[in-house]
C-alpha cells in the first residue's frame, strides 16, 4: 500500500520567485532621495535667480574650489563602477574581487567626504551671512548625509556577501543601484551649486 501512495505523489511544486524586498526599497528610497534633492536644486535656482536678475552674483564673495569639486564628481562615478563590480564579482562567486572590490567603493567614498569637508574649510561659507550659507550646507549636507548612507550600505553589504552569501546577489544589486543614485544626485548638485554660478 506504501508504495502505491508513493507512486500517487506529486512532484515538488517550483521554489518560489525571489521576492527582492531589498532591491525594491532601495529603489524607492532612491526615487525619494531623487525628489528631496531635486526639491532643494530647484530651491536654489529660484534664489539664485532672484539674485541675479539685481545684477549680483550668486554666491557673491566665496570662490569656490573646482578641483576639489571635479574630483568629488570623477570618485563618485568611479565608485559606480566598482559597485557594478562587486555585483559581477558575487554573481560569480568570487569572493577575493568582490572584497576588494567592496573595500574600494568604501575607500573612494571616504575619499568623497574627504574632499567635501576640504569644501567647506576651503570655502569658510558662513551659515547665517544670507540665503548661499543656508542653501549651500543644506543641499551639500544632504549629499553629504546620502554619501554617508552609501557608505553604511557598503558595510552592510560586505558583511552580508562575503559572510558565505556571496551567490545571493541582490543586496550587491541594490548597493550599486544606490550607488548609481547617489552619482546622478551629486552630479547634479555639481552642477547647479559649484558650475552654475
Known sequence: MSTSTA??????????????QLFVGTAVACVAGTMLIGGMLAIWVLLRGRVVETGARFPVDYIIPEVATNVM???????????????????????????LALGV??????AFI?????VYVDM????????????FYAVTGAMMAIVVAGLVFTTV???????????ETEILSAHALYWYFAAAAYSAVW??????K
Do not use: K
Not at 553589504?157 to 551567490?167: H, K, P
Open 7 to 20: 507512486q500517487l505523489a506529486l512532484p515538488p511544486g517550483a521554489a518560489p520567485a525571489p521576492r527582492r
Open 73 to 99: 564628481l570623477m570618485t563618485i562615478w568611479a565608485l559606480c563602477l566598482f559597485a557594478q563590480w562587486a555585483v559581477y564579482s558575487g554573481s560569480r562567486g568570487d569572493r577575493a574581487h568582490a572584497a
Open 105 to 110: 567603493t568604501a575607500l573612494l567614498a571616504i
Open 114 to 118: 574627504n574632499a567635501q569637508a576640504f
Open 124 to 135: 569658510a561659507v558662513e551659515i547665517r551671512a544670507d540665503n548661499y550659507g543656508v542653501l
Open 157 to 167: 553589504a560586505a558583511f552580508r556577501a562575503l559572510s558565505g552569501r556571496l551567490q
Open 191 to 196: 552642477f547647479v551649486v559649484y558650475v552654475t
